[in-house]
């Protein structure tokens, strides 16, 4: 139940409305009233456990104004989870209004061809991908109704090779084995990103890991906590927590920001027993930053944007710098705000479209005046986000997980 | 008037897009940081978030006419109901009005909307080597509106004193909707002592005579150097000593803080690495100005904590200084960290006692604390004088938020028995207005006048500050 839930019952009366979250909330820098910010979504949640607020289309909007990205947990001083609160939130909605996720979706934005094209262009969809890879790439398909006819129509279903299809099941460590991990191939890299996930088993390989990457493996549920959908997501914790204990690796590895917090984070806390490490991480303090990485044929100047489900939710801000700034030819050079949102995050560019572009024009600004040659970011999401924002704005930079900078240094001549 | 009429009134005046009417949204202006709107649901009928002072004046016309309250509201960090309609009717958010609009470096001041936030004017303010000294523990969220309305004041208030000793001019839009300015309206002088003043009278005004709508602000070269002392007190009574032994040395430190014991822990468990020392108190000296002095000070202060201290550390180094400050200014908030099932109110959170009765005031909190059954957080501004105590309550258990209503009344009259104040510089609101007269007396009828004078039909920010007239 959601009044019992221990997040509910614990955290609402530790918030005293101080507003610290406000000065951090990328929401709150657009709107800039209370009735956009964190703790008004602390209250929120508050109104609705009391009782003193019913769910209603209103409350199921209100609700979704958020991008789960932690700014604000990362900084109240009363520590309250506040998009953990809002994720219990949004499964009571979706309990009390089963519709209410697609009434968003469907209502708010299906119904608005210009916005819906907009949308899915910034989230890197382009109309051929066909909706349901979209809706998987969303993890989505399990909160859609059945046969979308809308949405078909308007998007076209010619589906495109994923990285999954691209990737063997084990792929062998380069000379003496020096560990078994499971990648934890999250979709958005996978439909959005292949060519990451391609440079990820390789440079993994290459320092001494054999890969597994189960094709049984499925979202991690971070995507369906977003939208509502707790009891999918606790689903989802169970089987692959399953496959995971059964393949026998050392770690679990993802390139994705969101996915490696998800695996750590409070879903997954009392049932995974492997240890998970975000890929850049994994490779500067485990198994170490290779000494055999050429320069790059010509020198390029990168900026580095911390994606708030690294930087915020698990305060890994050094290591993926470092492993830039190992590769010889690239020189590194801070934007202002590297740790602000850049109004990504998963669905909400498709829910929130107009909310989400304001936040990511601050960002792309900030990458302007570093006069940077290429972005580069550890989140599939991130990258795609940030694709968009510079594609609109007229901006040729390439967006780039680090793992592909590397892999250049590694393997391109 | 009738609600529906006067949303469409407000939003042809103002546009749609700068009035909140969905029920929903007004719920989240039902609060500000206070016990007393986390105890009950303030709803306005309307919010309006104007950004001119035209549009400010049309409101407030428009209520004057139909007798409808008007609260101004910032940021909603007061602590003591003051920005929250608590007769219903329209909060004006100036919060979203947040524009500087001139730093004027030759005549050191500079022009700012209402909504401008602390922390950003003081980066901006950087850019030209000045600074606003006041130093509000809320710096990153509240606004200079808010602490111009509270005359905040803070960290540092101790050698820059508080708002009001910045305040050059004001533009004020009346209850009647007529737009005023004080302190001379060509005027960029820096010293006036022409007319009666008018612009002390609005400062510490809470939203009762007024709303601010520009602020002409003194601003300082800004220091180059800084350092803290942190001293570490075995008995709680050893600190306050130990302030009066530094003022003696003739040095006036820019802060100094204490923390007591369960301060210290919150701080702690806020972030481990900041890593204060287990203690009964724990004094953190700042000072500022050129770096010789500073230097001076730091070790002369060092040399005087060391007789009652059992350990002192002097930092220069920007980051452990910004832990320092960090870990005193969020605990505020992080007071609620030491009950698991609780949390800090803020209530009865801000009296100031004169400077000899600080350790007879913490020894009597601590002791009301026991005998109403409820562990108080307490650190503040001890420089001067000013405690701030935070009851950690489980705020959902009704006997504990009685005994904790009963606790609160005791530490204000403990303040004003001890020949200080109830509040040091969070200001009056709904929540302290009952003890008015037991501070004030006669004097209450004169604030009264004034108010009337200004606000004949009483719209303007009902119910705070003072009582009603008693038949
Ligand atoms: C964690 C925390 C720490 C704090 N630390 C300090 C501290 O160290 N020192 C200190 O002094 N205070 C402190 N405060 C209290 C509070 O932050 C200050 O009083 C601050 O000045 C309030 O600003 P605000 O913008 O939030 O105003 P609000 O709370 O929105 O409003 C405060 C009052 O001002 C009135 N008002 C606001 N804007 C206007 C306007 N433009 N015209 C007319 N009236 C107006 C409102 O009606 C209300 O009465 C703290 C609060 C918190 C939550
Ligand atoms: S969520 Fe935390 S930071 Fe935000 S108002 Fe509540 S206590 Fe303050
Ligand atoms: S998680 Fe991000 S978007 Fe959501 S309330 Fe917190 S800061 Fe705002």
Known sequence: MFKDTPVVREQIKKCVRCGKCRSVCPIFQVYQTENYSPSGQVFLVQMLRDGELEVSEKVAAKASDCLMCESCSSTCPSGIPVPELVAAARAYIGEQRPSAGKDLIFGKLWTNPRLLRKAVAAAGLADSLGFRNIARALGMTSILPGDLPQAEKILGKIPRASARTRIKTVSPAKGTRKTRVAYFLGCGTDLLQPKVALATVEVLNHLGCEVVVSPNLKCCGVPHLANGQKKIAEELVQHNVNILHKLGVDAVISDCASCTSTLKGHLYKDWLKVKVFDLSVFIVEVLGIPSEIRALPHPLTVTYHDPCHLVKAQKIKDQPRQLLKSIPGVELKEMAGADTCCGGSGTFGLTHYEVSMKILEAKINNIRQTEAQAVATCCPSCITQLSYGLRESGLNYPVLHPIQLLHQGLYKR | MDRTLLIQELEKKLGQEKVISDKVDLMYYSYDSSFHARLNRFMPDVVVTPRSTEEVSEVMKLAYTHNIPVTPRGAGTGETCGSVAIQGGIVMDLSPWDTIEEVDVANMQVFVRPGVIHAKLNQRLAENGMFFPPDPGSSLMCTIGGMVANNASGLRAVKYGCTEQYILGLE???????????????????????????????????????????????????????????????????????????????????????????????????????????????????????????????????????????????????????????????????????RPDGSRVFAGEDISVPLSKVAETLREIRALGKKHHIKVVNYGHIGDGNVHTAPVIDPEQPQEVEAAQRLVDDIHRLAVRLGGTTTGEHGVGAVRAMYAELEHGAAVKIMRSIKQTLDPKGIMNPGKVFGPEEE
């Open chain 2, 172 to 338: 004020v839009v009346l209850p009647n909707g007529e737009i005023i300015i004080t302190g001379g309206m060509q005027s960029r002088a820096v010293k006036s002592v022409s007319g009666l003043n008018l612009t002390k009278l609005f400062v510490g005004s809470e939203g009762i005579l007024g709303v601010i709508t520009q602020i002409r602000l003194r601003v300082w070269p800004k220091p180059k150097g800084r350092g803290i002392v942190m001293a570490v007190y075995p008995s709680l009574d050893d600190a306050p000593a130990s302030v009066l032994e530094v003022y003696k040395a003739g040095i006036l430190p820019s802060g100094i803080e204490i923390l007591d014991q369960s301060a210290i822990q919150a701080v702690n468990m806020y972030r481990a690495e900041i890593n204060l020392p287990n203690a009964e108190a724990i004094l953190l000296f700042e000072v500022d100005g050129n770096p010789a002095s500073v230097e001076w000070e730091g070790l002369k202060i060092k040399e005087i904590a060391s007789q009652r201290a059992t350990q002192v550390e002097w930092a220069t180094d920007p980051k452990r200084m910004a832990d320092l400050w960090e870990g005193r200014s969020v605990v505020a908030t992080a007071a609620a960290r030491v």
